[in-house]
């Protein structure tokens, strides 16, 4: 019996007898990969289901996929362009009076090459997805070169920066910017509401406004392509039935209230419909509008599971909807009776897996703490299912030539937490208040690896992306090792978010580095020393880049997240923080970079420390008057920053394909700013140290473990004696040693091998033993050439 069956044995000894359940992304979302969210509650009920005897169907629809397709097909297009004709010719009309000749002349070539589109539509989706039914590869040469194919602003801003003629190699990146050319139009024509991905500047934009939801419920999309869709599969599923609607973004909320009150009219009390997801757990976490209910039965906050258990414990052998009957329930928000019931348990989110989970509020009742440990225990052992999802059908998108930027956005990865929040949780701008950051709590990485690999074998996708707050470098050194010794099955591909910091060293980017890791994305926000005080990062820039220094060497990707805006952040602090990133990019230390404009939240450990008394400088504003959103908080000077992001945004844009690095940092702004305080070497300079540091620590003692990343040593004799030979990262080396014991060190070596049979117990050889066989003088020269010590 697992430790979350003796957890939960006795919570309730009646369960529910039947009820399918229907886990549903609304769109729109990332387009060539699913989000997570479905994948743990699939594997959370199918699990419950189980233990439960519970009877019934469990699956997870992925409608931002599925919309996609609706739209951008033959089909769609057709009905698209015939319904959008009139307001096309109108709007540019409109256009052309106002001077506007671009826009009146691409709004009329839609319209033109409306059955263009519509011909070329199915064959621009294979060359960018392969579950189409036919292939798309040999239409790329007419598609590249044609005078007869259509083409869209997007696409042509391209082919005219290519300085040569096009070939096959750019039908990808084409049909990619295809897709957002029709976009671009399906918005000025047909729904203003539409794009292709709902993601803006600040990372956490609030839908403030309810009314503004609710009419948003009217649009053309939704109504014409949505609605049919909906339909479509539910028609075989019979109640009663539990829904699970995930918002992970403010963009996908006007469609999950649209499925919420599709299946409501659909199956009337048959339906209990939950509303959950990043969004909600931090836009909606007091929310006390009355007229969300309307639309659904209730919201589960965080992971989920504790606030479903609550209830299937409650219901017993009855309907979930029967148990709302005005009592509250661990992380559940319902209304009963025209009154708002709050969830019990919330108190619980200052509760971190890593001590006692009664010992942060005596006051918890038992079976608040009990579905706290549930939910624990459940973190450590779900493994993501993923196997309702087709990956065939995502389309893989090369709208950029970036090479990080790409992985966003080419490549089926399965997403995954190696651990649940984060484990510094103390950055200012950051919701450290809530679960979801402060709980944290890692996985079982063997027992996660193990069932990665039978998801990789059902699916057939071995990308990784684990999107972890921050993930912990002891678990993506596991992980690392398990993907070394992965017997004949492949490996994983992978890449995650990390925090720039000490433990990245050398050794560990080359492990991880030869243990499938491909990228990192991790957060730097303000590049000065004053500026990661200021968002007490809990690093410094020598660290930073001692990191990337490592990872690049190690030949993994690095991004970096950066922030302006600050409310307290001076026109020094942003332009020495801008040419800090701009030197960064001359040395090939980061690989692509984004600027997030400073948002202040409720949770924020910033906001936390004003309501203190701390930031008297800090002013925010009076709530709003609508009461659905709360987190965002504006406060007085926000929009001052907003001058600085065209600048800060074309030159990043710039500098993340290689052009006009050189150019000074303050000649991208249209008015002065003070020339930089930051040194013309500062990241050079900071480069030699860590040279300095690393090469000190190839030639320290040989203690800790050690793992062989080399390739097969073999010895090599001649009159002169006994040489070893390897390979590493690309290159042929040799090393001199004694004849008498080269064929020993040799072997020695190859065992060494994080894939070597004889590690069957753990991972690693002892430092000393190594030290001894080698022989001090080979150790140390066998180090940063492959010879690897563990953490």
Not at 171 to 199: C, G, T
Not at 344 to 371: I, L, N, P
Not at 415 to 437: M, N, P, S
Not at 682 to 690: A, C, N, P, Q
């Amino acid at each position: 019996m697992s430790s979350f069956q003796n957890l939960t044995k006795g919570m309730s000894n009646d369960s529910i007898n039947s009820m399918n359940t229907v886990i549903i992304q609304p769109p729109l979302v990332q387009l060539n990969t699913p989000y997570p969210a479905g994948a743990y509650l699939s594997a959370f009920f199918r699990r419950i289901y189980k233990e439960r005897a519970v009877s019934g169907s469990i699956v997870w629809y992925d409608l931002s996929e599925a919309l996609f397709h609706e739209i951008f097909c033959r089909e769609g297009l057709q009905r698209l362009f015939t319904e959008s004709e009139n307001n096309a010719l109108r709007a540019a009309a409109g256009a052309e009076r106002r001077g506007d000749d671009n826009t009146a002349f691409q709004l009329r070539r839609y319209v033109s090459e409306s059955i263009l589109w519509c011909e070329w539509i199915d064959r621009i989706i294979a060359a960018v997805s392969s579950g189409t039914g036919f292939s798309g590869r040999e239409f790329v040469h007419e598609f590249v070169r044609s005078a007869h194919v259509p083409r869209g602003m997007r696409m042509e801003q391209y082919l005219s920066a290519l300085n040569r003629e096009p070939s096959a190699d750019d039908a990808e990146v084409l049909a990619s910017l295809a897709l957002a050319d029709i976009a671009d139009y399906i918005s000025a024509a047909y729904d203003n509401n539409f794009e292709l991905v709902r993601y803006a500047e600040s990372p956490a934009a609030s839908t403030g406004d309810f009314s503004s939801v609710e009419r948003a419920l009217a649009s053309p999309v939704l109504t014409a392509f949505y609605e049919p869709l909906l339909k479509k599969i539910t028609a075989a599923i019979q109640g009663p039935v539990l829904f699970c609607i995930s918002v992970p973004f403010p963009g996908t909320l006007a469609a999950a209230l649209f499925t919420a009150q599709y299946v409501q009219q659909q199956y009337g009390t048959d339906a209990v419909v939950a509303l959950g997801g990043g969004y909600v757990n931090t836009e909606l976490r007091n929310m006390h509008d009355v007229r969300l209910f309307k639309y659904i039965d209730f919201i589960s906050y965080d992971r989920g599971y504790g606030s479903f258990l609550a209830l299937f414990d409650a219901a017993g052998e009855r309907p979930v909807k029967e148990v709302l009957d005005g009592r509250s329930f661990y992380k559940v928000r319902y209304m009963h009776d025209g009154t708002i019931i709050n969830p019990a348990g919330m108190e619980a989110d200052t509760v971190c897996a890593g001590r006692s989970v009664g010992s942060s509020s005596g006051k918890q009742d038992d079976a608040v703490v009990k579905y706290v440990q549930a939910e624990n225990e459940l973190t450590k052992e779900l493994v993501p299912d993923y196997s309702d999802i087709d990956f065939s059908r995502y389309p893989h998108l090369a709208d950029t030539g970036n090479p990080m930027q790409r992985i966003w956005n080419d490549g089926a990865w399965m997403k995954v937490f190696l651990a649940y929040g984060c484990y510094w949780h103390r950055c200012a701008f950051c919701d450290t208040t809530l679960e979801y950051v402060r709980g944290y709590l890692m996985a079982d990485t063997e027992h996660l690896f193990n069932g990665l690999r039978e998801q990789a074998a059902k699916t057939g996708v071995y990308g990784l992306h684990f999107v972890d707050e921050a993930c912990p470098p002891s678990a993506l050194q596991h992980f690392a090792l398990l993907n070394c010794r992965k017997g004949n099955a492949p490996r994983f591909t992978y890449w995650g978010n990390i925090r720039f910091e000490k433990t990245f060293t050398r050794d560990l980017a080359d492990l991880l580095s030869y243990g499938g890791m491909t990228g990192v994305s991790a957060g730097i926000e303000i590049a000065t020393g004053s500026g990661l005080s200021a968002v007490n990062k809990g690093t410094d820039m020598k660290h930073i880049v001692s990191a990337c220094c490592a990872f690049k060497e190690a030949g993994i990707l690095v991004h970096s997240y950066m922030i302006y805006g600050f409310w307290n952040q001076s026109e020094q602090d942003l332009i020495d923080s801008m040419e800090t990133l701009r030197q960064l990019f001359a040395a090939g230390l980061i690989d692509s970079a984004f600027w997030h404009k400073f948002t202040l939240t409720r949770h924020s450990t910033v906001y936390r420390e004003w309501e203190q008394g701390k930031h008297p400088d800090l002013h925010p504003l009076p709530d709003r008057g609508d009461p659905f959103a709360e987190n965002d908080i504006r406060f007085e000077g926000e929009k001052k920053s907003e001058r600085y992001a065209d600048a800060l945004n074309s030159s990043l844009e710039s500098w993340m394909n290689g052009r006009k690095i050189t150019v000074p940092a303050v000649s991208w702004f249209p008015f002065r700013m003070p020339e930089p305080a930051v040194k013309k070497n500062f990241i050079d300079s900071l480069i030699k140290e860590y040279e300095k540091t690393r090469d000190e620590s190839f030639c320290g003692p040989g203690t800790g473990r050690y793992v062989w990343l080399g390739g097969k040593v073999f010895v090599l004799t001649g009159s002169r004696g006994a040489q070893l030979c390897w390979s590493y990262m690309g290159d042929l080396l040799y090393a001199d040693t004694d004849r008498t014991s080269a064929r020993a060190a040799s072997d020695t070596l190859n065992k060494a091998r994080p894939d070597a049979e004889e590690h069957t117990a753990g991972f690693g050889t002892d430092g000393s033993m190594l030290s001894r066989l080698l022989g001090r003088k080979l150790f140390i020269e066998l180090r940063g050439k492959g010879l690897c010590r563990l953490l």
